[in-house]
């Protein structure tokens, strides 16, 4: 599987990750989830402090000591910032507190990176600042980012932190293509033209930002999966399945492969539990699609080129 180097970092990866949010789900092993992963190039694990409640981290944990894979040889990311019962905050206390929970249940003394999880529209980036730099010192975090932040809010975080913000998780996929198609219709007076994000693609590449997207397979706000949804999305379908038969891989391969063809070196979130579908997210993660491919199915989404 193809790598990916994280800018100012000595993180080499790889360009699919499994997210751990559903590691909680009833009837799962999370053990041949793991090694699954890991045995089909993935050396990447994304985690929140609150998935699960925190049950989720531990459960990984748990499972990673009944595999045989040890912590150095994979990344952990976990992110914090998300209240229960309060919404966001990024306060050092906050932060601190948040992260020493996180590497309790991990069972970890160091998070390889740590995002903050969704803006926090109280933010004070001193006291960002000074748990960044606290956690750094004490080695408790390599390295940081922030997540479904645009570049002005990251902008504003710079202004007190030292840290360099090497990662944006942002959603990406498929059916959530805003960050693209507004540059694809600059000056047109349509939807797609509408700048929401603040232009966070182009600023991303241009500062040095690796993209996360997560959700990759989702369409609208958690509506469900566009993969082999042939009611709502035939077209789609239709052309993720040529695809597939192409390459000799599955629809869901393809789906990651367009995400993987964009030159920002974007890496995918999977959140799947079911080793098959690891395998079939993974298995074509070193096809490159023409460009006449990957735009057959940007329009094949639903998308309307100028």
């Not at 402090?49 to 499972?63: K, L, M, S, V």
């Not at 975090?141 to 913000?165: M, Y």
């Not at 996929?173 to 033209?193: F, P, R, S, Y």
Request: with cysteine; aromatic share 8%; net charge negative.
């Amino acid at each position: 599987m193809k790598q990916i180097q994280i800018a100012n970092t000595d993180i080499k990866s790889s360009q699919i990750i499994l997210g751990c949010m559903r590691m909680n789900e009833a009837g799962k092993n999370p053990v041949d989830v793991i090694q699954t992963a890991y045995d089909q190039g993935i050396n990447f694990f994304d985690h929140a402090d609150i998935y699960g409640g925190g049950a989720c981290e531990t459960i990984f944990a748990q499972a990673l000591k009944e595999t045989n894979i040890s912590r150095s040889d994979i990344y952990l990311q976990s992110k914090v910032g998300i209240r229960p019962g309060i919404a966001f905050d990024f306060s050092k206390a906050h932060l601190i507190q948040a992260v020493e929970g996180c590497l309790k249940r991990l069972e970890t003394d160091y998070l390889d990176t740590l995002l903050l999880h969704r803006p926090d529209t109280l933010v004070e980036p001193e006291e960002v600042a000074e748990a960044f730099s606290e956690l750094e010192k004490t080695g408790k975090v390599r390295a940081f980012g922030v997540s479904n932040q645009n570049p002005s809010q990251i902008e504003l975080l710079k202004t007190a932190v030292k840290q360099p913000l090497n990662i944006n998780q942002l959603q990406f996929g498929l059916k959530h293509t805003g960050m693209i198609d507004a540059g694809l219709n600059v000056n047109m007076e349509n939807q797609a033209g509408l700048v929401r994000d603040g232009g966070i693609l182009d600023y991303s590449r241009i500062h040095e930002i690796t993209i996360q997207a997560w959700s990759p397979f989702q369409y609208g706000f958690f509506d469900g999966i566009f993969l082999g949804d042939t009611d709502k999305f035939p077209e789609l379908n239709a052309k993720l399945n040529e695809l597939a038969e192409q390459y000799h891989v599955t629809p869901s391969g393809v789906a990651v492969a367009f995400i993987n063809r964009h030159p920002a070196n974007i890496q995918t979130v999977i959140g799947t539990m079911t080793p098959s579908r690891i395998i079939e997210a993974t298995e074509a993660a070193d096809i490159l699609l023409s460009r006449e491919e990957w735009y057959a199915l940007y329009q094949a989404a639903g998308n309307i080129l100028p």
